[in-house]
């Protein structure tokens, strides 16, 4: 993430097609909506289309738009997505779920950025920026026959891997505090934080609906919890399995919220057993100088830890 973070203005910038790729929950939408934020189009619209939501006939009219005539139901001229996307972003979000019919129209958008309405024998000129996303395996679909090797190839001129929550587990609390900030200001709530316990169980969970799991969890939460600390009891039923669970990484104290110096300790710790304590390549998973890592060590007595590791 860190890496995303820091190539995304520049990607920004550009004005370049970005292909955005993750499971589904992890947030891809929201990184489509920080590059259009952060590019010179901002004052522009930015539009998305669900891709998996429409059958074919409907996607075609919902990005090109239809002269009246065009079919049955078309009493008047009406503008597409692309249309209305004009000076700004269009962001096409589950792009593995279209046909091949549908994927040579699109294709030629992204060549040419010329499109035609349903019904019309006249090309539009769009001045749009395209991004997509999909949780899909493209070139799994491409090698099988079912997505468009030459689509494939226009729309990857920049990749962005989103990855998923229980790759970046450390990132738990940081998630979980911030869903908490909202909610408190979105529901007149005053809500702490999570209890020590509760985020033993949070980073014992796997999290297969991801980023938008958790914010589903702490919005169920705020449910039953009406002050003070979220407790076990307060999350869902469906994290029983792991309430006994307690992950090595997060050590048992008092029941008080982990603070930001204790993750970032124990994150840098972890990163540094996972690399056998070279430092180099500690850096380098972290994306921090050798000093800063020089520093935390220091600061946090790391030397300390690991040779208290060593005796138990």
């Known amino acids: 993430m860190n890496r995303i973070f820091d190539i995304l203005p520049r990607i920004a910038k550009s004005d370049s097609n970005v292909l955005i790729l993750g499971e589904s929950g992890t947030g891809k939408e929201v990184l489509a909506k920080a590059l259009h934020r952060l590019s010179n189009r901002a004052d522009g619209p930015l539009v998305t289309v669900n891709c998996g939501a429409l059958p074919d006939t409907l996607l075609e009219s919902e990005l090109f738009g239809c002269k009246a005539g065009a079919f049955t139901d078309a009493k008047a001229d009406r503008l597409g997505r692309i249309a209305a996307a004009e000076g700004g972003t269009l962001f096409l979000d589950e792009i593995g779920e279209i046909s091949l019919a549908m994927q040579v129209k699109l294709l030629?958008?992204?060549?040419?950025?010329?499109?035609?309405?349903?019904?019309?024998?006249?090309?539009?000129?769009?001045?749009?920026?395209?991004?997509?996303?999909?949780?899909?395996?493209l070139e799994e679909l491409m090698h099988a026959g079912h997505f468009r090797e030459d689509l494939f190839y226009r729309l990857n001129v920049v990749k962005l891997e989103v990855p998923s929550l229980r790759d970046r587990i450390h990132d738990?609390?940081?998630?979980?505090?911030?869903?908490?900030?909202?909610?408190?200001?979105?529901?007149?709530?005053?809500?702490?934080?999570?209890?020590?316990?509760t985020l033993r169980i949070l980073m014992a969970y796997d999290f297969?609906?991801?980023?938008?799991?958790?914010?589903?969890?702490?919005?169920?939460?705020?449910?039953?919890?009406?002050?003070?600390?979220?407790?076990?009891e307060h999350l869902p039923a469906t994290m029983d399995d792991t309430r006994q669970q307690e992950p090595d990484h997060v050590s048992p104290s008092c029941n008080e919220p982990l603070c930001l110096e204790e993750i970032e300790k124990q994150a840098i710790f972890d990163a540094l057993k996972r690399n056998n304590w070279k430092r180099m390549k500690t850096c380098r998973e972290l994306g921090i100088s050798k000093d800063t890592l020089r520093r935390k060590i220091e600061r946090y007595e790391l030397l300390g830890l690991r040779k208290k590791e060593k005796v138990a």
Not at 209 to 231: S, T, V
């Open 108 to 137: 030629r958008v992204l060549e040419t950025r010329l499109y035609e309405p349903l019904g019309s024998n006249d090309s539009v000129q769009a001045d749009i920026r395209i991004l997509a996303a999909t949780n899909c395996n």
């Open 172 to 197: 738990v609390p940081l998630l979980a505090n911030h869903f908490i900030e909202k909610l408190n200001a979105e529901k007149n709530m005053s809500i702490s934080g999570l209890a020590d316990d």
């Open 208 to 232: 297969p609906g991801n980023i938008r799991e958790l914010q589903n969890i702490i919005e169920y939460a705020f449910i039953l919890c009406k002050g003070g600390l979220i407790q076990p």
